[in-house]
Each structure stands twice: as structure tokens, then as C-alpha cells.
């Protein structure tokens, strides 16, 4: 993937259309972890079996496994992207010395059948292994926050356990942790999470010199308050106000005056300074000094905000990531509490989210959840799902199904800054061939002369000959041709 020059210059081009548009993640419909399994692998593969977690397509999603049968089909038209799987030491190990892998193994074989690479997400929880009892305890799973454990040699045993029992399976990348900077995932502080972060990338490295180490995955809250507080002590105020607005438009009162409206500078600093959004920057710089002295090799990303808060995301990402350090989203969705989205256009909203994170840099992208939970505690589908609960395909699922085909072994390239202000959208190269997703960066229609070899269509749909030339809409469109992506736009007006 390009690097973050990249989503620099990206967040650059693309904030003078967006930012003047002013307009984490609770999991209340997060689906259930551990599969029904009725019988267990018989054993893990030969080492070899699975080639390194290498992904051809970046667009993927996160689903539940206990209704894998209704996904497979869907998921079989996203192969090649990845996905994570998040597991617990006090699951896993409920009473010391007595492991139980069988859920897991089923899902790393499911996951190499359908040929998705599977992530794995190392918590500890909080049981014998660390002591203390559970603040918080969610969903069906009765899933707890992590703590330190009480023997960082045993929990270096436990994770040199699963890097050598998943590596064969084609597991390449482990993230430690997930979301450490809200309570309810994790107990301890700052530098307590420094430290089973270095320990953790110790093991991991010893034991498998390919797999590469992925932070917690800082809330998309989190995110987007760290992007406004690096403005403001950038001092570009109007800018940290706009970016705040732009980035938070549908969030606004779901955390009561965690994410308050926001119009100027006084009210910006009242936000930034409450308990929970300070402890949110303090986690976000615990994660950076990681990233900046090695520990970490992979930033995960979590983004669930309207597509407008893609550029100022973007640039903190160019600002404050290690050249050459991979980012990756490995959990993109679409947060609306009550939203009232027809079907097309939250679609629509998907596709433009997803292509502005590839064009800006994001190697890996997977949308979160796949299908809503109808019996999620919220009682309301807040993420909006491609599929739905029974795994009928949505159009949005049916555009995403799209953009995997169109990026499946072809290099991912942003538009070329001479239709900066006219269209946005990403590029698709394989070969001498493109295939672009346009769409209109302002209210006026856009045209895209006719190109050799050229066809159009909605994303997703089968394509049309293009004829005498392209209007491009607000409307996400998918144009492919037979010439290179400067080419085709050569002559836009």
C-alpha cells in the first residue's frame, strides 16, 4: 500500500471540498465472537499450508460466525480482502492449563477455506490470569474489559501459544488489545498498556519473524477527538472547529456532552477537556509512541463517521504516522442512531466512505458489521449492515461486492490532482486497464469523455458502453477503460 505521504497529500487535495461541509464505537449490535462448533479440526495444518497474510482485495468485512452458513455465500464474493477475529485469554483459558481452541480453530479454518485472511485480536479479560473482578461485562458473550495480567511470563506463554498454533493457518498480524481508551475494553492505564504491548511484540516477533504487531485500534470517537485537539495546539482554530464538525455531524448528543455541538474555540476546549475525552488522547499518544519507536509495525484504524470526516481523518494520519508504517481500517462502518437513509443512499454513503480511504492510503478496509444483529442491546440497527440479518444482500452489500471486484489484484490509486474540486473517488490499474469510481465533488455534473474501450455503470451493476461520454453525478459511478487513469481524465470539464 502507498504510505502516508500519501494520505497527506490525499487529506490535502480533498479537505478544501469537505471541511467547509460541516455537517468508540459502542457495540451495541457487535455480533457474538465464538462460533457453534460441532466438531473440531482434527488437527492444525502442516506449516506451509497457508501462504503469508498477503490480501489481493481490500475491501472486507466483519461478520458473526455463529450464522456463517447465511454469510458464506456473500463472503465468497469478497475473497481476498481480510478480516479480524478477536479472542480472549479468559476465554480461551478459563482455569489455568486447560486451553480450549476449538472455536478459534474453526474459524481460522473457515477462514482460509473461504480465502480471507484472518487478523487476530489478543485481549486478556479479566479472570484468574489477572485478577480483580469485571466492571463491565456486554452482550450475550458476557464479555469483560482487559487487565494487566498478574505474569507477564505466562501471558508471553499464551501469546507464543497462539502465533504458533495460527501462523500455519496464514495468520500474519496480531493487534493487542481493542480500544484501549475506553474503560470498558481495558482497565489499566497508559503505561500499563505500553508495557503488555512491548511484552506481547517481544513474543510475537520471536516466534514468527513474519507476523507483524497492530496497535488496539483507537475508537473512531477517539480519532476524530485527537484531530481537532492536534489543531488546536497546531493553533488553526477554524480549522480545528471545522474539522470537528465535519468529522462528528451525526454524533453530536449520542454521548451526551461527550460529543457536544461545537461553533468556536470555548466550546471546542470544554469538549476536549472532559474525563473521557482526555483519557481518549492520553491512550491515542500512548499508541503513538509506540508506532513512532517500532514497537508497533501496523496502525489499525476505526472509522465510523460520515464520509466528510474521511479528509480530516486522513490528514491526522499523514501527520502523526511513521513513514512506511501500514495503515489499515479493521473496522469501517456507518454510525446513525435512528438514521432515515433509503436504502440507495446509505449505499451510496458506503461506497464514497470506503473508495476516499483507499484513494487516501488505508491498505485494508473492512466493513463492520456485515449484517446488523436484530437482537443487539441498542434494539436498533445504529451500523448499518451490507447483508441483511438472514444474509439477504442489500445494495450495499452488492456495491461493495463491486469495488472487490473492480480492486482484486490491481494497484489503488488516488485521482490525479488536475480534477481536484471536480470529481473524487479512487482508481483501480491493472495493466493498461482502469477502473475508476467517480463522483462529483460539488452539485454540478461532471464529464468524462469517451475513452477507448470505455464502459459505465452503477457500482456494482453490470457495465454499459459508454458512448459518447460520462456524466458524473453526486452518484457514485464506475467507469472502466482500456487506457491509464490520466488518460481517461485527461479532458474532464
Known sequence: ??????????????????????????RGDEPSKAPSVASPPSGTPAPGDAAPGRTSNPFGAHWDWSRYQQFAPYLRRITGSATYEEISWCEIERTSGQVDWAGLDE?????????????????????????????F?????????????????????FVRSVVQRYGPYGVREYAIENEVNAPSYW????????????????????????????????SSVAYGMGVADRLVRAGRMPEAVAAYQAYFQRRVGTRGQQIPVVTGEAQLRRALGTETNGRSLRFLAATESLLADRTVDVRQVHFYEHFSGVAPLLDYLGA?????????????????????????????????????????????????????NPNNAAGSEVRYGLL???????????????????ARDATVTPLPASVAGKLNGVAFARGGSSTLVLWSASNTP??????????????GAPLRVAGGGTTVTDVPLLLSADQPVD??????R
Request: aromatic letters at 4%; glycine letters at 10%.
Open 446 to 459: 461532471v464529464t468524462v469523455p469517451a475513452a477507448s474501450g470505455g464502459r459505465t455503470g452503477a457500482v
Open 487 to 492: 488518460r481517461i481524465l485527461a479532458a474532464v
Open 187 to 218: 482497565a489499566g492505564s497508559p503505561e500499563d498498556y505500553v508495557r503488555l504491548v512491548k511484552a506481547a511484540a517481544e513474543t510475537i516477533r520471536a516466534t514468527d519473524p513474519q507476523a507483524r504487531v497492530v496497535d488496539s485500534g483507537i
Open 320 to 372: 502523526t504516522t511513521p513513514a512506511g508504517t501500514p495503515v489499515q481500517a479493521w473496522e469501517v462502518g456507518q454510525f446513525w442512531r435512528d438514521g432515515d437513509g433509503d436504502p440507495a443512499s446509505r449505499a451510496a454513503e458506503m461506497v464514497k466512505t470506503v473508495t476516499l480511504l483507499a484513494a487516501g492510503g488505508i491498505g485494508e478496509i473492512s466493513w463492520l458489521p456485515l449484517a446488523y
Open 137 to 157: 461485562t456486554r452482550g450475550t458473550a458476557n464479555k469483560t474489559e482487559s487487565a494487566m495480567p498478574t505474569d507477564l511470563a505466562a501471558y508471553q506463554r
Open 388 to 406: 441483511d440479518p438472514d444474509g439477504t444482500e442489500r445494495e450495499a452489500g452488492r456495491m461493495l461486492a463491486g469495488l472487490a471486484d473492480a
Open 107 to 135: 474459524i481460522a479454518s473457515r477462514s482460509r477455506e473461504l480465502g480471507i485472511t484472518l487478523h487476530l485480536k489478543i485481549r486478556t479479560g479479566v479472570c484468574w490470569a489477572t485478577g480483580g473482578t469485571a466492571r
Open 1 to 26: 500500500m502507498k504510505r502516508p505521504r500519501r494520505l497527506r497529500a490525499f487529506a490535502a487535495a480533498f479537505a478544501a471540498t469537505l471541511l467547509v461541509t460541516a455537517g468508540c464505537t459502542a
